[in-house]
């Protein structure tokens, strides 16, 4: 069994503050993908990035950037000088790599940021 | 070029009945999922279709089934409607029903059940 652990259920911060948001699964595949979703007040979820778990390298992107430890499963992100804009639930996701599973994305229950002006 | 769009935006059912809701794909898109989302929870995995077949499951009642056309859009139905089956049904859509490519979510419908 999968399971995502999003332990932050609320985080707010002043705009152009940096945000990290926490993420810990759990999952019995050698190989798999974490990702994380932003979603608006809209409803709609937005791919933000995704991870393989036999490339630990960390990467940035934008204002985005990723910590992923295999050693302690975890799948942190980081907003860099976040923007009113930022603010929208944020969730982290795991999905198995094997070709004959169902893309089947197992969410955490997300983390609401707040970003103040 | 479209993303996935879902039909209705909103219903409300009573306790009892039955709901259809449907899904088109982002053209190209042969792949598609639903996901069940309850309010303040993240979305909980229901179906997975693949050129019409279903790919996977995930842990709903009977009451709940889908299907995929030859167009690739699908259709998600709820019988017997239960209060607890109150939520955004989130459809995805991707090329292939695995490997490395992200999903791409709708808007979802927002079911109340009173």
């Known amino acids: 069994a999968q399971k995502v652990t999003q332990a932050q259920t609320e985080i707010s911060v002043v705009e152009k503050e940096d945000v990290t948001l926490d993420c810990v699964y759990e999952?019995?595949?050698?190989?798999?993908?974490l990702f994380w979703y932003k979603q608006p007040p809209s409803g709609e979820l937005v791919f933000l990035i995704r991870?393989?778990?036999?490339?630990?390298q960390n990467e940035i992107s934008g204002r985005y950037s990723w910590n992923f430890q295999k050693s302690t499963s975890s799948f942190n992100f980081t907003i860099t000088a976040s923007q009113v804009v930022d603010s929208a639930v944020y969730f982290c996701?795991?999905?198995?790599?094997?070709?004959?599973?169902?893309?089947?994305?197992?969410f955490g229950s997300g983390t609401q940021l707040t970003v103040l002006p | 070029d479209a993303g996935v769009t879902q039909s209705p935006t909103h219903l409300i059912k009573t306790r009892g009945q039955h709901v259809t809701l449907r899904c088109s794909p982002i053209s190209g898109h042969k792949s598609v999922s639903w996901y069940q989302q309850v309010l303040g929870q993240g979305p909980q995995f229901i179906f997975q279709?693949?050129?019409?077949?279903?790919?996977g499951r995930g842990n709903f009642p009977d009451r709940f089934s889908a299907r995929q056309f030859p167009n690739y859009s699908s259709e998600l139905n709820v019988n017997a409607l239960l209060l607890g089956d109150s939520a955004l049904y989130l459809c995805?859509?991707?090329?292939?029903?695995?490997?490395?490519?992200?999903?791409?979510f709708g808007p979802g419908t927002r079911l109340t059940v009173t």
């Open positions: 279709y693949y050129e019409k077949e279903e790919r």
């Open positions: 991870r393989n778990s036999f490339d630990e």
């Open positions: 999952t019995r595949d050698t190989t798999y993908y």
């Open positions: 995805a859509s991707s090329f292939t029903p695995s490997g490395p490519q992200e999903q791409y």
């Open positions: 996701a795991l999905s198995p790599v094997s070709s004959g599973s169902a893309r089947q994305l197992t």
